[in-house]
Structures are given as C-alpha cells and as structure tokens.
T-cell receptor
Framework: NAGVMQNPRHLVRRRGQEARLRCSPMKGHSHVYWYRQLPEEGLKFMVYLQKENIIDESGMPKERFSAEFPKEGPSILRIQQVVRGDSAAYFC?????????????FGSGTRLTVV | GENVEQHPSTLSVQEGDSAVIKCTYSDSASNYFPWYKQELGKGPQLIIDIRSNVGEKKDQRIAVTLNKTAKHFSLHITETQPEDSAVYFCAASIGGGGNKLTFGTGTQLKVEL
C-alpha cells in the first residue's frame, strides 16, 4: 500500500512562471491537506480538500495560489506567476476521516525553488 | 487562532541520555496533540500523539505528557540513539475542525556519540 505520493520532488521555476504540484493520497483516503514549510520553519496549513470540494482554504494566499482535488486524479496545488518568496517545501497529507483526532500521513514533499 | 510555541530550537545530547522538548498552545479548545519527526529531505512522520482526555502516553522510548490546565505538552525520548537525530515538531488541533494542525517551529535534536 503506497503512501502519499508527491511529484515532482524538486521543481525549479523562473520568476513569473507557473508551478504545479501534484499529490496522490493513500489508497482509500479522500481527504487531502496542503502545508508549506519555509526554510528552518514549521509547517503552515494552506488548504483542506475533499474530492471535488475545498473545505478550508484559510491558509491560502489570496492571490496566485489555487488548489483542486478532482473526482479522478491527484490533487493539484497551482502557483501562478511565482516569486522568490514562494520558494519552500510543499507537503501534502491525506486521511481517511475528517476527524482531527486521527493522525494523517505526509508525503515526501515538493521542494520549489524560484530563480 | 491557535498559536504553538516550541522550545528549545536546538538540543544536543549524548547518546544514552534523555531529551525533552516542550510546547505550549494558546487555544483551550485544542484537544489533539501529535508529534512529528522530520529527517533531512523527507516529510514529517508521526511518532506519537495524545488526546486531551489523557495525561500521558508512552511508546517504547518515547513518551508524551499533557497538562491541559497549563496548556503545555512535552516529548520525552529516553536512551537516545544517533538515529534519533532529526527535527521534531509538535502540533495542536481542534477535533472535528477538519484536521487543521498548527505546528511549532521545530527542535533540531542532535545525538552525539
């Protein structure tokens, strides 16, 4: 049973380009969460999605960032017109249940570098 | 919103000694407190968690304590080994809220031979 799969592992973009980060949850998991980790900082919540629905996007920047989790396929975190400050590690996690009293599993992350 | 503070930011211990990492949280409604271990270049891995109806939980060399009145919780690692070297994060969450975790800023633990 594969864990949470994220790709690519490393992504380099020039300023102004678009970045697409993909996350395939664990088998049987229908809840996906995205977190961002800046260098030498803790993880910051960005967005919580279920299939075809955004449940909580309170941590998403108001502009340039969007997320989706379609009925078929992986969840996508999209960053338009990237800037240097977007350089970070982006982690996806998934869970079977929405209850916060159950732990969830993180993927290995995508490390985005904006040059 | 919830705020989680974590101390120390770095911790160096001799192999075989114990290590203690402490966290405080601000929202008294938080009722789930996981700890994650992150090795270089990898994602965070859940190592132990505790719920607000429990004061202490132990799993082999790892234990976590929770003081709800003081709003703080701690990770204890006994008989440390070199493979325990990593960054450790505490987190807090409110049950039923969709699993949004608020993380501390991490502790870099180094176990020296």
């Amino acid at each position: 049973n594969a864990g949470v799969m994220q790709n690519p592992r490393h992504l380099v973009r020039r300023r102004g380009q678009e970045a697409r980060l993909r996350c395939s949850p664990m088998k049987g998991h229908s809840h996906v969460y995205w977190y961002r980790q800046l260098p030498e900082e803790g993880l910051k919540f960005m967005v919580y999605l279920q299939k075809e629905n955004i449940i909580d996007e309170s941590g998403m920047p108001k502009e340039r960032f969007s997320a989706e989790f379609p009925k078929e396929g992986p969840s996508i975190l999209r960053i338009q017109q990237v800037v240097r400050g977007d350089s970070a590690a982006y982690f996806c996690a998934s869970s079977r249940e929405p209850d916060a009293l159950l732990g969830y599993t993180f993927g290995s992350g995508t490390r985005l570098t904006v040059v | 919103g919830e705020n989680v503070e974590q101390h120390p930011s770095t911790l160096s211990v001799q192999e075989g000694d114990s290590a203690v990492i402490k966290c405080t949280y601000s929202d008294s409604a938080s009722n789930y407190f996981p700890w994650y271990k992150q090795e270089l270049g990898k994602g965070p891995q859940l190592i132990i968690d505790i719920r607000s109806n429990v004061g202490e939980k132990k799993d082999q060399r790892i234990a976590v304590t929770l003081n709800k009145t003081a709003k703080h919780f701690s990770l204890h690692i006994t008989e440390t080994q070199p493979e325990d070297s990593a960054v450790y994060f505490c987190a807090a969450s409110i049950g039923g809220g969709g699993n949004k975790l608020t993380f501390g800023t991490g502790t870099q633990l180094k176990v020296e031979l």
